[in-house]
């Protein structure tokens, strides 16, 4: 049959937005799409990095509006490269412990419970939504920056049409997202490293002037509040700073996506992270105080910064400087932008987990022809555009809600790993510092979590709590619905009278014999139900039966080699399973079997070669049959019978569906 010119035209265009098909069985695929160190850094690392632009942001305006307090600056950039040292020793060894990735809710999952992984799951779907938003919005905020105040009324519509963008980029693939921001990335990390070692080199002869107005300052706010009261100042800038730990976990959820060796590379991959964030984000905050920056209307801080550390420079009557300061914004800007990849790489990832684990719709696990989670990424990028307009982009308040969810997952996956560290006393191989690293990394994110809800629960905190709440709750009743589901059909009963006794066993199939191709799924009462239907509605016609099987690849699946034979193994056990019982009945029996990554794609080619061979087939598919069928179930359970019912009888293969009814609603 010719193909439609139709067709060939939307098979046109979707090779153009999202490139061709990638085959899950090519040995090569997975070398193919990792990442090195490097690419893995800028991917995964830029969320971290990128945090600089907003989370000292955050605190400066916070001592700010209490009246200055320029000397905490020196205390907080020393609090931000030690907290981010931490929290990057204690996820390294989340890294070694739980190689196959999955981070916070693979590691709370394994150490403290379902629950518990299900609560720090469902933190990181909202963190990784926020993600985006934060990343996006700020960077509009750093590029709008340059432009008159009269422009800034376009920053929402320009964030949304970037962010749509990107959402494309990822449906592409994640090394092709990544390697294309590359530059952008090197671009930041040249023009920052020039800002912060050229801006303390140049205020080195002034250093003992700044010794002088910290002790000042100090001393004088000790003399009016306290210690207590200067404590808390200090404590309320760094907790609303704390977005700039975000991203840190970033690594120990991508693993999936790194080069063997993938500890290794995961490893150097958080080094390069750590320490980047320590040195851009501290060395900010010192910069801060060493040019004396003020608040500037329709301005960020770093655009402050960068204006007064290069604005002023000419080379030959040449404003060389407003150049640099142009090319810092807009890398800057272009930064965030890439930083929002972290969400569009890791969200979906964790989705896939929790879908394997029945706690979200199975769908999200299945991976696209070009072997994204295709589904999590549409999902996760239409909430974080939905998001962007509801808030109309105001960083201040996303840093908020951001915060609380990043150190809710941080609190859970240290205090499991803790409570690992604490339970191998007296094996080989303890070792005391990492039970002090998780201890600290513990104490640390718990106390910032506990600041953080405490004294922004007003100005939006809550309602990250009641979002990731509903998350929650929804979760459990997906889970309790699959588990209904699950738990039916291994009760289900074959009717009796439906098993026949024959006295002659069958064997291979026969050529030119009637012929059923019986599309199964896993060997149990559900696959038998069908089997038996076929016998029942059509009683001693067809001599040949056909089992086919598609071993589906999703998130689970595609890790490596093993997985993909382990997932073929398996299947072909059911199907030679299913053989026996049917040649038990009388058939001549056999079995065709694959893994692909679309089940229906997969089983309407195995159904057309069979019936090449086997001109009198009938194809034959079970479907769970409900009284009324609501919305959720279409969203929660497949239509894979149907889909290929439709291909195959449009190309002339008769096909019946056998319902199976499981319980009336």
Known sequence: MPVSPRLTETHRLRTLLFGPSKDPNDPTVLHKMSLVAFLAWVGLGSDGLSSSAYGPDESFRVLYAQGGHGYLLVLLALATAVTVT????AYARVIAQFPTGGGGYVVATKLLGQ???LVAG?????????????SVASGCDALFSMLPLAWHGLKVPVAVAALSALTLLNLRGVKESVTALVPIFLTFVATHVILIVGGILIHVPELKDVATEIHRGLGSDVSKVGLTGVFLLFLNAYSRGSGTYTGIEAVSNGLQIMREPRVHTAQRTMLYMGTSLAFTAGGILLCYLLFSVRPVE?????????NAFAGHWSLFGLPVGKGFVILSLVSEGALLLVAAQTGFIDGPRVMANMAIDSWLPRRFASLSDRLTTKDGIVLIGGAAVLLLVLSHGDVGFLVVMYAINVFVTFSLTTAGMLRRAVGQYGEAGYR???????????TLCLAILSVTVFEKLSEGAWMTLVVTAA?????FAVRLHYRAIDRRAKNLEIPEGWVASHRTAGGMPVQGATSAILMVGRYGPLGLHSLLSVQR????YFKNIFFVSVGVVDSGAFKGPEELDNLSAGIRKDLETYVAFARRQGWNADFRMTTHVDAVEALTRMCLDLAKVHPQAHVFAGKLLWKRESWYQRILHNNTAFQVERRLQWKGLPVTILPVRLFET
């Not at 469902?122 to 934060?134: N, P």
């Not at 510092?433 to 600290?440: G, P």
């Not at 998350?471 to 979760?475: E, G, K, L, P």
């Open 86 to 89: 931490i929290i990057s020793l």
């Open 122 to 134: 469902s933190a990181l779907l909202v963190d990784y939504v926020l993600t985006i938003t934060v």
């Open 432 to 442: 005391v510092s990492d039970v002090l690293i998780q201890l600290a990394a513990f």
């Open 537 to 540: 509605f059509f009683p001693d």
């Open 298 to 306: 329709g301005q960020t801080m770093n655009s402050v910064l960068i």
């Open 471 to 475: 998350v929650i709750a929804t979760c």
């Open 115 to 117: 629950h518990a992984g």
